[in-house]
DNA sequence: CTGAAAGCGCTTACAG
DNA sequence: CTGAAAGCGCTTACAG
């Protein structure tokens, strides 16, 4: 019941280690052809699965990249980690998955964790000023790429990003253009920085007609239990809205609940939209208004840039721009 | 930038490699608090982080477990997956993510992946007849638990079950208490085990009463999709029924949208019930009445079993099962 | 066409 | 109280 190893299979195959290895690892131009064979054969009788932690400590690669994002079970991240475990699988990658909760210590924690067990890369989503994990990254060479939310002082590292401010934009215009006026805007956590971009998308648009009124402006969590706190206090607050524009699809879903049990008809009292296009934003009823993010490819990139990175191609596009776009559905 | 070793730490501490292990190891008692002091001091000096991939290779433990499952985006599987991650990170252990598809294929190659990379474990939720996977970990002598799916020839190892069976019985009780007579039942795809009892807590229940009639039995995914596609058939084929029983809550989501859209009201023209709670189940209006698995809590303790198991504990329970209860809520 | 030897960064009996 | 040496399972220049 012992593990077997190369050297089993060079002893029982008449070979040395070195044969052995040279044929598993392809570098075999120059061996025999029956050699080959021969190892192959006994490399199948024997069960032989290979020890990659040994590998691994030989060649200085792990082909394990680690994701740190706030929640696996928040819907846009998790199709985010699909995208990048699908992609990485692809390319012969394993994904070590680590939730912070938006927690900076835990983000460090992790990334310590992670050096550790020396992963060839990192994909991060920061769950706030995560500087200082990005700085240990840095410090010890690991690639990495930033993904959804960038940091202060990293903008010139690798990342995959959406064009929030033109998403809100968009959004924005369009519900002035079907002729609402009193529009709520819901931030997200002031800490994160794409809470900043979607609200200035939103008060430029509306200073834009000279609309624009804090009194309107609330923020949250990006979680449905956050879109429904902040909805239950600001309706008994302000007497008269036409539009409500959550900065997430999560918050919309909340909301929606409240206004529903508070006896709102939406669309026809009060429109909503989202921002994110997760899936379960067109399976409620009614379908949510949203600012769609092309959320599996951006993951999907995130992986392909860390392994450009990884491989140290050369000119490699550092930061990427999606832009959003407005998906008209029942909610508006 | 050469990364820093046990070895430079010793040489600057002018002391050997064996006693700097020893103390990052805590294997200090004999060691004086001068030379542990140093060492600490040089370590933080040189910000050494310890490589634990030479470590897994001296020690033959890798600190990681695979997780096996049909996909994260799915949120009763992205919950687990949370629940387990967050009991393995107390516990100092990573978690390595593989999304099957429920494709034996990719079931297989991951084993072999996890075991190359010599993972401690491995917690599996199986996507269908998986066999052949689950005998190559145990060949290979990697403890492992089972989760929500079990598969048949491994009944006698680690597992955390739900009853399924008499969830299901329940909420048939429950709708024909409330004078539901026609019961419709969407089936999981047959080759799922869960699928099975599932169904055949529908089949006794209602066999009990004499209600039981084949015709009121579809199948399909288990996905919000599969419940719109199963529910848009049997609507033009079956002329009356008042309530279904659809085999997951993802599935119940998407009846209930075709429902909807087809001008039935819930839960006055048809009752509808899922199976899960996953938990966008209670943020849908009208909310969904379910039969809850302690979705958390069965990761969590999917993890502490894999736990005791690698740790070679005695007198552990293979088997878990949970109870699931019956959680009546708007769409009944 | 193939092998001996050193090395990757740790741990761990064993010795003193 | 501390260290020399062997070993974990691989890879890789180098030599022949």
């Known amino acids: 019941m012992k593990k077997v190893t190369i050297s089993d299979i060079a002893k029982i195959a008449g070979v040395s280690k070195t044969t052995v290895s040279m044929v598993f690892n392809k570098k075999d131009e120059s061996i025999s052809e029956e050699t080959k ?43 985010i980690a699909r995208a990048i475990e699908d992609e990485a699988n692809f390319s012969g990658y394993n994904v070590i ?13 992790y990334v310590r964790l992670l050096i550790s067990k020396q992963v060839d890369g990192i994909i991060f989503i920061a769950g706030g000023e995560s500087k200082k994990s990005l700085n240990l ?19 010139n590292f690798y990342g995959v990003f959406c064009r929030n401010y033109e998403g809100v934009a968009e959004g924005v215009e369009y519900l002035l253009n079907s002729g609402k006026r009193r529009i ?18 939103y008060r430029d648009t509306m200073n834009k007609y000279n609309l624009y009124n804090e009194d309107y402006v609330f923020e949250s969590d990006f979680t449905i239990d956050g879109g429904k706190r902040v909805t239950e206090e600001f309706i008994k607050d302000i007497d008269k809205f036409d539009a409500i524009f959550y900065s997430n699809d999560l918050m919309a879903l909340g909301g929606i609940k409240v206004l529903l049990r508070s006896g709102y008809n939406i669309p026809k009292d ?12 067109e399976f409620i009823e009614p379908e949510l208004t949203t600012i769609a993010q092309p959320i599996y ?7 392909k840039i860390l392994l450009s990175v990884i ?4 000119d490699i596009d550092r930061l990427h ?12």
């Open 37 to 79: 064979e021969k190892i192959y054969k006994v490399a199948k009788e024997l069960n032989y699965i290979p020890n990659f932690v040994a590998k691994s400590l030989a060649t200085n690669k792990s082909f394990s990249v680690g994701i740190i994002l706030p929640d696996i079970t928040n819907p846009f991240f998790s199709e």
């Open 97 to 109: 998955l680590c939730n912070t909760d938006n927690s900076v210590k835990k983000e460090e924690e």
């Open 137 to 155: 990254i840095k410090d010890n060479n690991i690639p990495f790429v930033l993904v959804d939310r960038y940091i202060d002082g990293f903008e």
């Open 184 to 201: 709520v805007f819901v931030k997200g956590p002031h800490e994160v920085e794409i809470s900043k971009q979607r609200f200035e998308g």
């Open 270 to 281: 009060v429109s909503v939209i989202g921002f994110d296009n997760i899936k379960i934003s």
């Open 297 to 303: 490819d951006m993951g999907k990139d995130s992986f």
């Open 311 to 314: 491989n140290e191609e050369e």
């Open 321 to 332: 721009y999606y832009t959003p776009k407005l998906i008209i559905r029942g909610t508006t």
